[in-house]
Structures are given as structure tokens and as C-alpha cells.
């Protein structure tokens, strides 16, 4: 019989998922050099609006490494303590830093310079409210796999990627709004959206709100043809309108988890008793 594919038959395929992780970070690291080296006022504003756009598109690109990395220890039979601890620290540059970058720059950039100071401040504390809790959701994360928990289809509180997702999807659809003959929406009244939106998603980050698990949901074989139709409608729409798609999917899957949570926590006890 054919032997599996096993990274100890073949001693570089270990390598493979640990490349993958730095890929991740290298997009992370990609999009914090590109916000900070245009975040001067004396950028065009149409060169900034597609730096911004840049830098979502690249912390975006960057979890499709980070599902890679996962998959390839699984199937490579190379999964390792190391490759655990080196997906957090690259999920703390990619999803926790460099949003929190982003964040800081665009709402530099939007905001009117004759503003007293302390605006500047109030952003800096929100934009490190969601990287204080990107960082304490992931040494949570470390911690239960470190005791050997046994993971269920749920996240404690919400994933740092979805967190990201977030951020990212809402600068693309700002950014949408703005180039949109019909809406022009005008981001400079509306700067500190962006800002108090990443600080409620860090404290959801470290929330008891339980998040689905995308992935394991959709290997299940529960009810896999309801799944199939809601990948395929999502599928179309997000060929069709691809921004807009996103943003709209991430914050339903936001909204649910603390819906349900809410509807647990007033009406579940009482079905208990």
C-alpha cells in the first residue's frame, strides 16, 4: 500500500506550513510599511484613498496563508508546538498590529488638522483597545491548546481574522461609498467610525461570546445541503459585489454571535428551570 503523505518521509515538507505562516506576516508587515510611509498630509488624497485600499486588500490576502498554514500541517502531518506559537505571533502582526495601523492612519489622514489634539489621543486608546485584545485573544488561544483542551465548533470569543475582516471590509466599503457616483459619501464627517468600531471588535475579541468555527461547520455533515446553498449564494455575490458581500457577511456572523449570546443569556436559564 501507498504511503500518506508524511513530512518525515520527506524532511523539506516541513518547512511548508511554517513558509506559509511567514507569508502571512510578510503581508502584515507589507501593509504597516505602505500605511505608515503615505500617512503625511502631503500625499494626494487619490493616491491615499488607494493606499488604504492597499493595505486592507493585503491584510485580507493574508488569510488565505493563515487557513493554508493550518491545512498543510493537518494533511502534512507536521503540526508542532513551534508552528502553533509562530501562527499567533504572525496573527498578532497581521491581524492585531496591522489593522491597528490602519486604523491609526486613516483616521489621521480624514480627520481635520484644526481639531483639538486630544482626538488624536481618543484614537490612539481605541486603536490600542483592538490590538490589546487581539493580543490577549490569541494567548488565550495558545493556552487552552498548550493544556490540550479539546476545541469544539466554536470560538471563545471573537477570532482575531474575523476581527480583522472587519476592520478591513469597512475601510473597503468607505472607500466604495466614496468613489460611488451615487452615494459620494463624505469619510471626513464620519472618521471616527472606523476607530470605535475596532475598539468594540477588540472587546469582543476577549468577550464570553462564542463564535462559530467557519471551518469545521462546513465539514460537518449535518445539513450539508443547506451549507452547499449558502456557500453558493455567497459565492455569486461575492463575484457580483465583491466589498459589499464581505463587509455585509462579517458583520452578520458579528451580529449573530452576540445575538444568540444575549438571547442565551436572558431566555437559557429560564427554559433550564
Known amino acids: 500500500m501507498k504511503k500518506s503523505i508524511d513530512a518525515t518521509n520527506f524532511k523539506w515538507l516541513r518547512y511548508v506550513p511554517n513558509s506559509l505562516t511567514l507569508c502571512n506576516s510578510l503581508c502584515g508587515f507589507a501593509s504597516i510599511i505602505v500605511a505608515l510611509s503615505y500617512n503625511n498630509n502631503q500625499v494626494l488624497p487619490d493616491l491615499q484613498n488607494k493606499v488604504w485600499i492597499i493595505c486592507a486588500w493585503l491584510i485580507l490576502g ?108 469597512t475601510v473597503l466599503c468607505c472607500q466604495k461609498l466614496k468613489m460611488d457616483e451615487i452615494f459620494h459619501l463624505d469619510l471626513v464627517n464620519y472618521w471616527w467610525i472606523i476607530p470605535v468600531y475596532a475598539a468594540i471588535l477588540g472587546l469582543l475579541m476577549v468577550s464570553p461570546i462564542r463564535y462559530l468555527h467557519i471551518g469545521k461547520w462546513l465539514t460537518t455533515a449535518a445539513k450539508s445541503k443547506k451549507k452547499i446553498a449558502i456557500v453558493l449564494v455567497f459565492l455569486v455575490l461575492l463575484i457580483l459585489f465583491p466589498v459589499y458581500t464581505a463587509f455585509l457577511f462579517i458583520n452578520i456572523y458579528i451580529l449573530l454571535g452576540i445575538l444568540i449570546y444575549l438571547w442565551k443569556s436572558l431566555f437559557g436559564k429560564k427554559k433550564d428551570a
Not at 498590529?97 to 481618543?122: G, N, Q, W
Request: net charge neutral.
Open 62 to 169: 493574508a488569510m488565505i496563508f493563515d487557513c493554508l498554514d493550518g491545512f498543510a500541517a493537518r494533511i502534512l502531518k507536521a503540526t508542532s508546538m513551534h508552528g502553533l506559537q509562530m501562527d499567533s505571533l504572525a496573527d498578532m502582526v497581521t491581524f492585531g498590529v496591522a489593522p491597528a495601523t490602519l486604523i491609526t492612519a486613516i483616521t489621521h489622514s480624514f480627520k481635520d488638522l484644526h481639531e483639538p489634539r486630544c482626538y488624536t489621543v481618543i484614537v490612539w486608546i481605541l486603536a490600542a483597545v483592538y490590538l490589546g485584545g487581539a493580543a490577549l485573544r490569541l494567548a488565550t488561544y495558545n493556552v487552552h491548546a498548550m493544556l490540550d483542551k479539546k476545541s469544539d465548533d466554536k470560538f471563545h470569543g471573537l477570532p482575531s481574522p474575523g476581527a480583522a475582516a472587519a476592520v478591513c471590509t
